[in-house]
């Protein structure tokens, strides 16, 4: 079992930024591709960015790309989400996962990701 507890989240103004952070632990951390997903009230759990094992390679959703950054220490097992340009439209529960295979589209697929975090609240006001 792999536990991930995310923090970080909070209110902010549209423009800001906030970092998201995701503390895994039970097993070695290195052996999993890591990715942050969304789920906006009313809306489907979507896929946001994902960093491979290493840590050496990221993948975005295309809606994403240039204003979020993921990244990961694999010393501290963590994993983290920069925010930048915030709208009020990110708005959501920001999720960490785990998942020891997905990589690129798979990451799409939401039902076979192994591990969920429990989430943490990110609210943008206008």
């Known amino acids: 079992q792999v536990q991930l507890v995310e923090s970080g989240g909070g209110l902010v103004q549209a423009g800001g930024s906030l970092r998201l952070s995701c503390a895994a632990s039970?097993?070695?951390?290195?052996?999993?591709?890591m990715g942050w997903f969304r789920q906006a009230p009313g809306k489907e759990r979507e896929f946001v960015a994902a960093?491979?094992?290493?840590?050496?390679?990221?993948y975005y959703a295309d809606s994403e790309q240039g204003r979020f950054t993921i990244s990961r220490d694999n010393a501290k097992n963590t994993v983290y989400l920069q925010m930048n340009s915030l709208k009020p439209e990110d708005t959501a529960v920001y999720y960490c996962?785990?998942?020891?295979?997905?990589?690129?589209?798979?990451?799409?697929?939401?039902?076979?990701?192994?591990?969920w975090g429990q989430g943490t609240q990110v609210t943008v006001s206008s």
């Open positions: 996962a785990a998942d020891p295979t997905a990589w690129g589209s798979l990451w799409y697929d939401l039902k076979r990701i192994h591990y």
């Open positions: 960093v491979s094992w290493s840590g050496g390679s990221t």
């Open positions: 039970g097993r070695t951390f290195s052996n999993y591709a």
